[in-house]
């Protein structure tokens, strides 16, 4: 049974959470509600839940604090965060502002705790391997695809899908940490446009007359779908992701619209300009912008960043770094494992009997820690596909380090349990990975006489 740790000392927001974890999760989860920040940080560190929830409202527990407490260590901290508010007291935007450094998913308003809380446990539970057990994709080909049905009743818990990508771009090393947010965002975005204008039809226009009587966009959408047939439309949001290209795809069901009229709308007046908001901040990330002739498909075409590092972790930062270069052997099969090495950067291949069996990357974390814990030899040897950067660690100073810092050891043993889950299904699926790999080079869409943005 999976933890879910929650920050929370209102009573009676406390028990609205209780009760959509024991109707929608029925001996799923076991849910614990520790009494104040401190006690909220050991089973941080020692439970290593992969869901927490926050209440950012909340004047007994200081989200602040905690915010504060994972960013020293945030490599140990990989849960992803549903957020709480009172939109009566505090502000969304200034939430997700002052806490867009952590794995926040989506942030739920106290009203909505009912109707969207177990939606986005749900969402993330089923994708967990994203962020939790990185990518089941090929370890030699390091190709990942895969895509999201969103219905639009999703509308309010979209970042939750951004996010769950976003993380796992960074995890994987494919993009810096300080990038996670504006994916995330340009992601949202873009499946809130597909809902809103896509699928259910609406205009700027209706879409401006609604706002200014003070009723939410949401409100609209659920009125429109009370049609069955705009009701039962789809926004699909595909991945294509290798070492040096990430294409994301958002298809809806809708009518589309004039791609040309509107890049001309958006260099216009600010109204025009506030309504395109999602294309621009999808503007700001990607390095292409393209849609289709019709308008109801966009591609996000993102330039992978090369070398991207990541931070050195809390009581290890005094070691010896070692850059490699392509080529570079790091381990041996046969040598003695007195070492760890933690993973900045780069990507690696595992050769057993010559012979290339996986591939490593930074988010594995550590390689040759199993010889390393059992105190015998290497079993494999490491060869560097990429330049990248190491942090060895020594015995001696992993044990004196893990006297101050004993999550670390309990952090340990459950990369080592993910590691062995994710072998046994790659074992699993051995024998059609050839026939998924050729599927997902047929995959790849290429949009005939697309307009960029």
């Known amino acids: ?22 109707e929608d999760f ?13 006690a909220i940080l050991e089973r941080l560190n020692f439970e290593l839940p992969e869901l927490v929830i926050i209440n950012f409202s909340d004047k007994s527990l200081s989200s602040d604090y905690l915010r504060d407490q994972i960013l020293q260590d945030s490599w140990l901290h990989n849960f992803g965060i549903v957020g709480l508010y009172d939109r009566k007291s505090d502000k969304e935007e200034a939430i997700l502002e002052s806490n867009k450094d952590i794995n926040l998913l989506t942030l739920i308003d ?15 539970n089923t994708n967990r391997q994203l962020i939790f057990q990185g990518f089941l994709a090929d370890k030699l080909v390091n190709r990942m695809t895969g895509s999201f049905q969103i219905d639009n009743y999703d509308y309010l818990v979209a970042p939750v899908y951004g996010g769950l990508l976003a993380i796992s771009l960074v995890r994987t090393g494919k993009i810096p940490s300080e990038d996670r947010h504006g994916v995330q965002m340009a992601l949202s975005e873009l499946i809130l446009n597909s809902i809103e204008h896509g699928n259910c039809g609406i205009s700027y226009s209706e879409k401006s007359d609604w706002l200014a009587t003070g009723e939410a966009i949401y409100e609209l959408i659920a009125d429109r779908c009370k049609d069955p047939n705009i009701a039962g439309k789809k926004v699909t949001l595909s991945w294509d992701i290798d070492d040096e290209i990430c294409r994301f795809t958002v298809r809806d069901e809708g009518k589309g619209f004039d791609v040309l009229a509107f890049r001309d709308k958006l260099k216009g007046v600010a109204r025009d300009r506030l309504h395109g908001r999602g294309i621009v901040m999808a503007q700001m ?18 330039n992978l960043q090369k070398d991207v590092e990541n931070a050195a972790p809390a009581g290890f930062s005094d070691e010896e770094v070692i850059r490699v270069k392509t080529g570079d052997t790091l381990m041996r099969a046969g040598e003695f494992g007195d070492c760890i090495y933690y993973i900045s950067s780069g990507k690696y291949t595992v050769y057993f009997r010559d012979k290339p069996v996986g591939r490593i990357t930074p988010a594995d974390i550590f390689m040759g820690e199993m010889a390393f814990l059992l105190n015998n030899a290497r079993s494999a040897t490491v060869v560097a596909d990429t330049s990248g950067q190491v942090i060895k660690i020594p015995r001696k100073s992993f044990i004196e380090v893990v006297k101050n810092y004993p999550q670390y050891s309990i952090f340990l043993s459950k990369i080592l349990a993910q590691k062995l889950v994710r072998s046994n299904e790659s074992a699993a699926a ?5 026939d998924r790999i050729v599927k997902s080079e047929d995959s790849v869409n290429v949009l005939e006489g697309a307009t960029e943005l």
Request: proline content about 1%.
């Open 430 to 434: 051995e024998n059609t990975a050839s």
């Open 285 to 302: 990330v990607a390095d292409k912008l393209l849609y289709n002739k019709t308008g109801t498909q966009v591609t996000l075409i993102m």
């Open 110 to 124: 106290f009203s909505r705790i009912e109707s969207h809380l177990g939606k986005s446990l749900r969402i993330i």
């Open 26 to 38: 029925h001996n799923e989860f076991l849910l614990q509600f520790p009494s104040s920040e401190k």
């Open 1 to 22: 049974m999976e933890y879910i740790v929650a920050s929370c000392s209102d009573e009676i927001i406390t028990e609205r959470i209780r009760k959509v974890i024991e």
